[in-house]
């Protein structure tokens, strides 16, 4: 009986055993470093063409290249939404892509060089719709169906008329801006069916000629910067009323991006001199891993899940000598892919 008893005792800790072990690996791999939530990141060419990744390392073709540089990416839905000349949207992963809007605004088409389409649409997630700039007089429309239809958007105070919006950007705690490239203005929505409403009084900005300034944020920070680098990059700390200069960055360069990823810090993308890294009083030059002379055109950040509940948060740049990833925020990059890229997302 004792035997019996000796031989059950030490069959349930075998099983036991077994089982603590394939909860913590299987086949040598630890499940406490496997994925659970894997990003999906998309990669334009300057050739046009469409790459995804999963984990910045295996990169397939899902749109292949057309001669028209991809000059904006978003996601909506399960749909991917790309623009070209027009806005394009696919709902089978990019296999296919159909045109689904043709009155956007032109304004910054001239300026291929400069590719700072990225910020003339926005997925807002607060809203659950998709914006997008346009040649109607009143500057916006939307798309509450993931992309496949747009809608001119007529909601405004009535005061606000023939605008030229040239980019978006919404705070962290929901409200969606609008810049008027016209007078610098600056349009709000808190909801989603409330109305633009202009912020009425500006101070810090300076004056309207000279500069061409785009939206951004980190946090419920607004960011305003100069594409032509005249005037570097402004903040505002109380939705867009009054606005602070941010020193560093080098004068009269293209300043194609200004993303702040996780809201931890803000990076810039300039045309010649690579990453810009604000480290909480001035920006500095931010190039380990970078070659010489880098454009960088677009800048997104992306974060794996693992199993046991950790995440890891990488940053990818989209330059003129390839796909770059940073795993500390921008202070060190490697290249990942060789090639011509003009937008990620």
Known sequence: MRKANLIYSLGVLAILTIAFQACKKSNGIDNNSIVQKPYSLYVGTEQGALLNTNDGANFKTIFPADGFKTRALLTSGMNIIMVKGNVHMSDDNGKNFNPVYTNINSFYLGLSKYIPWQQGILYSAAHNRAYVITKDPKGIAYSDDNGKTWIVDNNYEADINNTTITSFTNQQSGP??????????????????????????????????GHLFYLGHNGN????????????????????????????????????????????????????????????????????????????????????????????????????KGLYRSEDLGVNWALVLPGGFVNVY
């Open 176 to 209: 969606v801006y609008a810049h008027n490239a016209s007078n610098d203005s600056i349009y709000y929505r808190n909801a989603k069916g409330d109305k633009w409403e202009q912020v009425k009084t500006v101070a810090g900005l300076p004056p309207t000629s």
């Open 221 to 320: 920070t607004l960011l305003l910067t100069d594409l032509v680098g005249n005037d570097s990059i402004y903040s505002s700390n109380d939705n867009g009323a009054n606005w602070n200069p941010m020193p560093g960055l080098p004068v009269k360069h293209i300043l194609h991006c200004t993303y702040a990823p996780f809201d931890k810090t803000i990076l810039v993308g300039t045309d010649s001199m690579g990453v810009y890294r604000w480290d909480g009083s001035k920006f500095v030059a931010s190039n380990a891993g970078l070659d010489d002379y880098t454009v960088v055109y677009s800048i997104v950040g992306k974060e794996d899940i693992f199993k046991n509940g950790v995440s890891k948060q990488l940053v990818y740049a989209a330059t003129n």
